[in-house]
């Protein structure tokens, strides 16, 4: 049998979207590739890796893992875009016109180095000008989609639901018709479980167009790699297998950094990978509270509230008797500054000692403190990850793309959590943090404990993802034969 060349180091170019909750699990990938000894290029946007050298120690985090090293090139967008909200599209069009000739560029120059030539390009799902790039140049690419793979299959039979005609909707209407045409998802959608572009009024729309084109991009890729385990999404995860020759589900790929490094003699490396500076201040806090008491409430890196709907979510917490560790971005009030401004220091006059606030909290240590019960979130996929994994149950309050999808499988599929979509009312919101500290919480917290069992086993010696992760790696090596 033919043997890896032992002078040439396998090289994975990883290339994200510039965005949190794109470039957190490539980066965590990343790092436990070069653990097992692979060199890696991490290739951020310039305003990315401008941001992450303000909140983390970039250089100790690579002299501590040798072989790693960061990139980084334009976005095409201005400095003072907000990349976040619906904004956040811009980053497809001007990555595809303005990006993806410096990346072109980028693997013909590392190319050139000796030592070790790249040796394959693990790029997301949403990048799809990264195929073209690899294609042109010649080196394997392996497609990282970082929404779970149920709705990775449903991107895959848009085209489907645009020809059996269940999109464009008219409006609002039907919202609770079910969806039957995608295989293996029959029982679980509704209209207003589709992904947010099934909302866009006409297929025609530029960001249809480039979620149609990017899936169907996805699938020149020799594998596709899935930030979920085996035991959590079987089914789908075998009909993924139908259009890419490998799958590899490598998660929950947070923990599993964590309890590699807790076996491993390596020095722990693991970043945070943390756009925003983390309060920690609000840990401290939580240390001075009851056990399971405590909703924590965050609605990730890009989702924005109106101020009407801030206060709906405030009232619903404040009469809900419960206490709340609530994260306000900089910015992501519409027309208001955040932490330090109104209305969020009026509110907290005279709740203080119920709620405590930050900027941005380090969200993985929050839901594995003992004093949280329970969970308000978006239902982005990293979110989702992070919770089930510390078998804390969730409200869903999902705004757009694959939150809508997630939030489904959440209260209906694992029953691991309640689903408030297309609603933001006080009482509404009351309700549902008192059933899930209180009424309804037996139930969901028996399945969230079983949850969090499979996903902590899938990522030991031997399990699904920690077994998928070992080929991956193999598989990479044997690319440089
Ligand atoms: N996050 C964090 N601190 C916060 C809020 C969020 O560290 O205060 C992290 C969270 O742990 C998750 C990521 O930001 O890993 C958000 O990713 P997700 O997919 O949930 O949502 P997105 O930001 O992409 O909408």
């Known amino acids: 049998m033919e043997q890896p060349n032992p002078s040439i180091f396998p090289h994975a170019v990883i290339l994200p979207m510039p965005a949190q909750g794109h470039m957190k699990p490539m980066l965590r990938l990343a790092e436990l590739l070069c653990l097992a000894g692979l060199h890696v290029t991490f290739v951020n946007s310039d305003y990315i890796q401008a941001r992450l050298l ?45 990006t993806k000739p410096l990346f072109r560029e980028l693997l013909i120059s590392l190319g050139k180095e000796s030592g070790s030539p790249p040796t394959c390009v693990i790029a997301d799902g949403l990048m799809s000008f990264a195929v073209d790039a690899a294609e042109e140049v010649g080196i394997p690419i392996i497609t990282f989609r970082t929404y779970n793979a149920s709705c990775t299959w449903v991107y895959f039979h848009i085209s489907k639901l645009i020809e059996e005609g269940e999109i464009p909707f008219q409006g609002d209407k039907d919202m609770d018709r079910q969806i039957t045409c995608i295989p293996g998802l029959e029982s679980l959608l509704r209209r207003r479980d589709l992904p947010g572009i099934c909302r866009l009024e006409e297929i025609e729309n530029p960001v249809m167009q480039y979620y149609l084109s990017e899936t169907s991009a996805m699938t020149r890729a020799s594998a596709l790699i899935i930030n979920t385990f085996e035991e959590l999404e079987a089914p789908v995860i075998s009909k993924l297998g139908s259009l890419f020759p490998k799958v590899y589900t490598i998660g929950p790929l947070h923990t599993f950094l964590k309890s590699h490094i807790k076996h491993s003699s390596s020095p722990s490396v693991s970043s945070n990978g943390s756009l925003w500076q983390q309060d ?78 930050v900027g941005w909290a380090p969200q993985e240590e929050v839901l594995g403190h003992p004093s949280i019960g329970g969970f308000i979130t978006h239902s982005g996929w990293n979110s989702t990850l992070e919770s089930l994994s510390a078998g804390v149950p969730v409200i ?86």
């Open 280 to 357: 920690r201040s609000c840990l401290a806090w939580l240390d001075s509270q009851p056990s399971k008491s405590v909703v924590y409430v965050s609605f990730g890196s890009l989702v924005s509230l109106t101020r009407d709907q801030m206060m709906e979510f405030w009232y619903g917490l404040v009469h809900s008797g419960k206490k709340f560790l609530w994260v306000i971005r900089p910015n992501s009030i519409e027309g208001e500054e955040g932490v330090g401004q109104t209305p969020v220091e009026e509110l907290l006059e005279g709740t203080k000692e119920r709620g405590f606030m």
């Open 54 to 98: 303000k909140s983390m120690d970039v250089a100790a985090f690579c002299s501590r893992l040798p072989g790693f090293r960061f990139e980084s090139l334009s976005d095409g967008l201005p400095p003072e875009h907000p990349r976040a909200g619906r904004l956040a599209n811009d980053l497809f069009f001007s990555t595809r016109s303005v």
């Open 396 to 481: 869903c309050w999902p705004q757009f793309s694959d939150q809508l999808v997630n939030s489904r499988c959440v209260s209906e599929l694992w029953r691991i959590g309640l689903d408030m979509k297309d609603t933001c009312d006080r009482l509404t919101i009351e309700k549902m943090v008192r059933d899930l500290l209180e009424d309804k919480r037996e139930e969901i917290i028996r399945s969230a404990n079983e949850i969090a069992r499979m996903a902590r086993e899938s990522v030991k010696e031997g399990g699904s993802s920690y077994c998928n992760l070992e080929k991956l790696i193999n598989d990479i090596r044997l690319m440089c034969l």
